[in-house]
């Protein structure tokens, strides 16, 4: 029982780092532009190709292995903030200050499109695809627990990007500009910053990190297809409200909570697949809106 | 130094500004007074670049400005402190400060800048790492105003610095206000508090639904019977 219980909190925080991955980068765009972006979740299924790719094309001059793990890892960061990056310059910039609904709309719109473009495309094509052991899958037994170094290397990368996002936003004067640029967009433009290029700043580290954990999905869960940052996607998304969404800390918690929901969902009431995640995103609704640690009531979107 | 001429501001169908036209000489205090809704807050976000003109002209040291981007104006030298003061709520005042200096690359001069807000608001320098949005009213509009000294702009857009403080504390900015000015900075003021502002600026314009009524020097405006009945209630 213990090693079970053990195997299970490793599930958890395996499958709670990559959600909080992708939750941060929703709950940074919404903090800053106040748009739930709803293609955010392909963004990490582009993530998840990129590396894919990486992995064909490099695989025979590296080899699988660390160096290619971290060479893929940076590729598919890139790509997420590439793509993310796209979407904002053509599709959300111009409706900057319409109506909030079109924005909405449009990001329906983008996620739908890079959905259908990436199951169109023939070199991608519509079915699924086992994702490569970029990486050789090593076991250690640890407390009666198997963990992988798959394990390891997920809470790894997961945790040096949350530590390591933090102190941007905390200490650095990007950072400070963001928080700025979140609170009031006019004022931060009398204090002489380029409110685009922070817009710009927020959504490239939001994609990068949606495309890190595209790579860390693909190795732990080894299938992608073009549909795969559908769930994963809702998941995060919730999880940002849960934790309060346009709030960084809320956003990693709130990760976890949905983690720990899905893992107890599948444990017992596997049936009802997902029904606790929107059990919770119901309750918290009803009862906390703001979310855990919100407290300014959200825009309506 | 500032010139507006024949500015027209739309907001959609409605035309919040139809014809604005006033100057600022260097080293001087302008005011503009008028009734709520004559347009003096659009005319100055206009100015700073927070709103597109959809006609006329603003001339900055000789540079056409009209419909430049806010950020690219704050290093030409004009500092705007906007109406309701938008302090950063959640930035301490430290960070408020720091945040005015973004487009100075030497960070000594921030420094050095700081202190001297530090100096004219010792009040400041005691809430120095609270978070802006606790501050009271008046603290918040010296933090603003330091803001401001901060990004060190040879002209300085005020709106209505006084609204919502108690008397003593609209003394202390106007003060504050005509010791920047002693230091060197034009001033272009928002005021509802008219009396207050016709003391101590040099010249004023009456706006009114959206043009400019009259002007002339503040000592001649203030004596003249229609902005005495209209504006300072006598």
Do not use: C
Not at chain 1, 5 to 17: E, F, P, R, Y
Not at chain 1, 30 to 56: K, P, Q, S
Not at chain 1, 229 to 244: E, Q, R, S, T
């Amino acid at each position: 029982m213990g090693s079970t219980l053990a195997q299970q909190i490793i599930n958890v925080l395996q499958l709670g780092s990559i959600y909080a991955l992708i939750a941060l980068g929703y709950t940074m765009v919404y903090g800053i532009v106040r748009l739930i972006n709803f293609a955010h979740g392909d963004f990490f299924m582009v993530g998840a190709y990129v590396a894919y790719a990486v992995f064909y094309a490099f695989n025979a001059y590296i080899g699988a292995g660390s160096p290619l793990a971290f060479l893929a890892l940076a590729i598919a960061m890139i790509g997420g903030a590439a793509i993310a990056m796209l979407s904002n310059q053509l599709a959300y910039k111009p409706l900057r200050y319409k109506p909030k609904l079109s924005s909405l709309v449009t990001a329906i719109g983008v996620s739908m499109f890079l959905e259908y473009f990436f199951s169109a495309f023939p070199l991608i094509g519509p079915s699924q695809r086992g994702f490569p052991e970029i990486l050789p899958k090593q076991m250690y037994t640890i407390f009666g627990a198997e963990i992988s170094n798959y394990v390891i290397l997920d809470l790894a990368v997961a945790a040096t990007l949350m530590v390591g996002l933090t102190f941007l936003i905390q200490k650095t004067s990007l950072g400070r500009a963001m928080r700025a640029v979140s609170q009031d967009k006019d004022a931060a433009k009398l204090m002489g910053i380029n409110v685009e290029s922070i817009i710009t700043a927020t959504f490239l580290i939001g994609g990068a990190f949606a495309g890190a954990a595209g790579l860390l999905a693909g190795l732990t869960y080894p299938r992608i297809q073009p549909y795969m940052g559908i769930l994963p996607g809702l998941k995060a998304f919730i999880a940002a409200v849960v934790g309060g969404i346009g709030n960084v800390p809320g956003a990693m918690l709130g990760a976890y909570i949905l983690a720990l929901a899905d893992n107890i969902n599948d444990t017992y009431i596997s049936q009802f697949s997902n029904l606790l995640a929107f059990l919770i995103l119901i309750a918290i609704l009803l009862i906390r809106p703001t979310g855990i640690l919100g407290e300014k009531t959200a825009d309506k979107i | 130094m500032l010139t507006v001429k024949n500015l027209k501001v739309n907001y959609g169908q409605i035309e919040a500004i139809k014809e604005v036209s006033f100057e600022v000489p260097e080293g001087k205090i302008v005011t503009l007074i008028g009734a709520n809704g004559a347009g003096k807050t659009t005319t100055l976000r206009a100015i700073s670049g927070l709103e597109k003109a959809s006609g006329g002209t603003i001339t900055f040291k000789g540079k056409d400005i009209t419909n430049q981007e806010a950020h690219q104006l704050v290093p030409l030298g004009i500092s705007h402190v906007p109406e309701g003061r938008k302090i950063f709520p959640t930035l301490t005042v430290y960070e408020n400060l720091e945040i005015a200096g973004w487009t100075i690359k030497d960070k000594k001069i921030v420094k050095q800048r700081m202190e001297e807000v530090f100096t004219a608001f010792p009040r400041i320098r005691e809430r120095i790492s609270q978070l802006g949005g606790t501050l009271s009213g008046g603290e918040q509009q010296m933090l603003a105003v330091g803001r401001a000294m901060v990004t060190g702009g040879e002209i300085l857009l005020l709106d209505e610095p006084s609204m919502g403080l108690a008397p003593v504390l609209v003394d202390e900015i106007f003060e504050r206000i005509v010791a920047l000015n002693k230091m060197g900075r034009t001033i272009l003021l928002v005021e509802q508090n008219a009396a207050e502002a016709l003391e101590i600026a040099d010249f004023a314009y009456v706006l009114e639904v959206g043009y400019t009524k009259y002007s002339g020097p503040a000592k001649v405006m203030k004596a003249d019977p229609r902005v005495r009945e209209a504006y300072l209630g006598v």
